[in-house]
């Protein structure tokens, strides 16, 4: 099993007390062998909502799905969890990530696409899709 990672969109409504917490979130990660990759204010929103806007992003890499979810159910992250309550709005989420061997394509585009064209529309991909799975023998295709 590869890493994982905690992923949280933070939307802050007292700045002041929000501040204060995120100072407590760095040692308890550090106690869980965690790794901030990104901590930012304002990240450059391309799509989603308004509210998304003023969040903040916060990723956190662990070595595996047990630390991330030990992390998450620690006492010092639940009362993070309680008192951010009142002041801000936030979800969270743990994913695992994709084993190196993962990354290896299936399959080239490029015959695909030369026998299917450029999708121009969603209708296109799900198309490109489709065929792909069926090729690939991929159930729901």
Not at 25 to 53: C, E, N, T
Not at 88 to 117: H, N, Y
């Amino acid at each position: 099993m590869g890493k994982c990672y905690l992923i949280a969109n933070i939307r802050a409504r007292d700045h002041k007390l929000f501040r204060a917490l995120t100072n407590v979130v760095p040692a308890a990660v550090s106690k869980f062998r965690g790794r901030i990759l990104v901590m930012m204010h304002s990240p450059d929103l391309r799509k989603g909502s308004k509210d998304a806007k003023d969040a903040r992003t916060l990723l956190v890499e662990f070595d595996d799905l047990a630390a991330a979810r030990s992390f998450y159910e620690s006492s010092e992250y639940q009362q993070t969890i309680k008192l951010s309550k009142g002041c801000s709005v936030v979800d969270v989420q743990i994913v695992e990530g994709l084993d190196e061997i993962s990354l290896v394509p299936r399959v080239t585009p490029e015959p695909l696409l030369e026998a299917k064209g450029t999708p121009q529309s969603e209708d296109d991909l799900v198309d490109l899709y489709r065929h792909h799975s069926r090729k690939e023998g991929i159930e729901g295709g």
